[in-house]
């Protein structure tokens, strides 16, 4: 099967050209028409996703993180990104990734958050689809809402701000999408739910909150839809789940 073909697939459900302008997704290393006998789906495109890839014979990567996202003034092997760059082209491994595209898809990364919540008809927060709001199924204190999003997201910590009296309406944006927090809570939402915020989107108006989740934690499950799609679609081809799919970069004691 060719590159393309796995990548038709993908983008039956994630259009490559939604993607963002910065964005980067698509085939980033290798030949659309590389003959491909097998794909690894993970999250990043590391070092150790691509020894993976060589180990059980995949010949294409699937991530949800694009491996390139700018140009490379250098290609050093005792960097992440060099290395992975060398493992890949040593071994002819198509590099492919899905992110804003796939963010922003119907059935994607920020539908699948509010899906986590249980949001009752989650509809866009604006024409970009990547962020939502929703209605809980029914109000909760903003301690009860915390707890939920930890349990949902299986948490150990939560960056928040002061928790509210009461959280109905939510507002979800996967990833780095602190940006959306003004115009989520013009919307209407009590809490919005998101990663990556700094210090300063802290200062909420009064009767609203921020949570932070974490980059990783917001978007993981893309990999399982990913997934789920190659398999239906093409049910006799290898598809691979990458066993270091928890890859989260980022550690808590």
């Known amino acids: ?28 290393i290798g030949s659309p028409e590389a003959e491909v006998h097998g794909v690894l789906v993970g999250f990043d495109c590391t070092p150790a ?12 990567v699937v991530t949800h993180h694009p491996l390139i996202f700018g ?55 604006d024409e970009t689809c990547l962020g939502f709001i929703g209605l809980l199924p029914a109000p909760m204190s903003g301690a009860e809402f915390c707890a939920l999003v930890k349990e949902r997201f299986a948490l150990r910590v939560l960056r928040c701000s002061a928790p509210v009296d009461e959280v109905w309406r939510v507002a979800t944006s996967c990833g780095s999408g602190s940006s959306f927090a003004e115009k989520a809570f ?51 081809f290898a598809v691979y789940t990458a066993t270091q799919k928890n890859n989260n970069p980022i550690y808590y004691y």
């Open 71 to 125: 140009g490379l003034k250098r290609i050093d092997p005792d960097d992440p990104v060099g290395a992975a760059v060398i493992l890949a082209i040593r071994h002819g491994i198509v590099v492919y990734a899905a992110h804003t595209n796939a963010d922003k898809a119907a059935g994607g990364v920020n539908t699948l958050m509010a899906e986590r919540l249980g949001l009752v008809e989650p509809a866009p927060l």
């Open 1 to 28: 099967m060719k590159a393309r073909e796995i990548a038709a697939v993908l983008e039956e459900f994630a259009p490559l050209q939604s993607q963002e302008s910065w964005d980067n997704a698509g085939i980033c």
């Open 186 to 236: 013009r919307a209407g939402a009590d809490a919005f739910v998101t990663a990556d915020v700094s210090y300063h989107h802290f200062f909420v108006p009064e009767g609203r909150m921020i949570l932070d989740i974490g980059h990783w934690e917001s978007e993981v499950d893309i990999v399982s839809k990913f997934v789920s799609i190659l398999q239906k679609k093409l049910p006799t």
């Open 49 to 60: 996703l691509l020894q993976e890839a060589v180990a059980c014979g995949a010949d294409m």
